[in-house]
């Protein structure tokens, strides 16, 4: 059980991870688009929209670089949930007071035309799907070739070979 556990955790570290990086190498060549994006949003004032625009796809190669290294992958994973929950705040958000805009998840953003439909729903469901990857990355061992496991950072959350289906010495399961 333990494997198979470790196993679902390499694909959701690799899921979030992958997509995230994607994102931010994306954007991170156009940074005036990914400005435009989150200006779309009317949720910040334009110099801080231009702050998070500039800053957003740094964070997101260096979340996605970490969580597919598999270092540093619990706090890794509580920023990309941290992420998640904004995204998803701020398509709600827009959603909500009738903005048509494109998310700028993958480059792009701004508004759409009167004939496009922008998709909140499956940009929704596609964010509450990685945020759900995060939390079970934040709650379950790092997964499979991962540097924390090989560098000892994994502490008590990834049992070791000898350990096997066995409970940890304070009782809890490590799966």
Known sequence: MV?????????ARLVLGVSLFVAGAIKIGAPAVSVQAVKAYELLPDTLATVVGHGLPIVEIIVGILLVLGLLTRPSAVVGGVLMVAFIVGISSAWARGLRIDCGCFGGGGTVGADQDPGYIWELLRDAG??????WIVYKPPGRFAMDSALGLAGSREPGPADGDEDDEDGSDTD
Not at 3 to 11: E, R
């Open 3 to 11: 494997t198979a556990l470790s196993w679902v955790t390499t694909v």
């Open 130 to 135: 990685f945020l759900l990857c995060a939390a």
